[in-house]
């Protein structure tokens, strides 16, 4: 039987203090994994259906296959895990801007870590995904290569899912806020393919001004509002999923 509580790491980041912790839920007996910034919580393996309902309404726009996809965000894997169980998925490059949180998936630390580092599909960079979306030459860890593949300046995908801020409007860095504007959002859509797709994850609800910016840059768009038992308020939470699809010619 696992202890209550533990802090299994915690360092000094360029953000701020990250910390990652188990805890035994006293409902399910369950262990529950979460990761803070600070003081602020940044995600939970106890709320999950966001995260896997970013990847299945985002690849559900991406065409049969074989794809080409980027996840901007690491956090506890479950994005990329459920990229990685669609067959149709031939390479997941994952972009995280904390060396420490790829370390946790390569040590293992977390429960979908060593899965998803060792599938041959998959590749972890430590990278600003807002900058390397944006074409910047610094990702503040020196010279970067234009797009969102180190490897292969101006690679274009077939789909990119990006789950980082808690919403466009509530960003973890000022230098995120670029990136939802129309400049920034052309800029992405550039790295797509033609019919390529970008799903956003949102933990508030819809935003028709963010849904207006959106259009301006993609022929399609749509927003899903995504609900999820919440047992710690005793109810139902929801979460956001954008969906934008690139014209196809």
């Not at 533990?6 to 994994?33: A, F, K, N």
């Not at 129309?182 to 019919?195: H, I, K, Q, S, V």
Request: glycine share 10%; proline share 6%; hydrophobic share 40%.
């Amino acid at each position: 039987m696992s202890a209550r509580f533990e802090e299994i790491d915690w360092r000094p980041t360029p953000m701020g203090e990250i910390s990652l912790r188990r805890r035994r839920d006293p409902v399910s007996g369950q262990d529950v994994y979460e990761v803070k910034l600070g003081d602020e919580y940044l995600m939970s393996s106890l709320f999950t259906m966001g995260e896997v309902e970013l990847t299945r309404l985002g690849l559900a726009e991406a065409g049969d296959g074989p794809l080409d996809v980027v996840v901007g965000g690491l956090g506890l894997g479950y994005t990329a895990r459920t990229a990685l169980d669609d067959p149709r998925v031939r390479s997941l490059i994952v972009v995280d801007a904390l060396a420490e949180v790829i370390d946790w998936h390569r040590r293992g630390l977390v429960p979908l870590g060593e899965a998803i580092a060792s599938d041959a599909r998959c590749r972890l960079v430590r990278g600003d995904f807002f900058a390397m979306a944006a074409g910047s030459t610094d990702d503040g860890a020196g010279a970067a290569p234009r797009g969102l593949d180190p490897e292969t300046p101006g690679r274009r995908f077939h789909a990119i899912l990006l789950d980082v801020d808690h919403s466009p409007r509530h960003v973890l860095h000022p230098s995120h806020a670029a990136l939802y504007r129309r400049d920034g959002l052309t800029a992405l859509a550039e790295l797509l393919l033609p019919g390529g797709v970008f799903a956003l994850w949102s933990n508030d609800p819809p935003d028709d001004e963010f849904g207006s910016v959106l259009a301006e840059a993609f022929a399609e768009t749509s927003a899903h509002v995504v609900e999820f038992d919440n047992p710690l308020q005793g109810g139902a939470s929801t979460n956001t999923v954008y969906v934008a699809r690139k014209t196809v010619a």
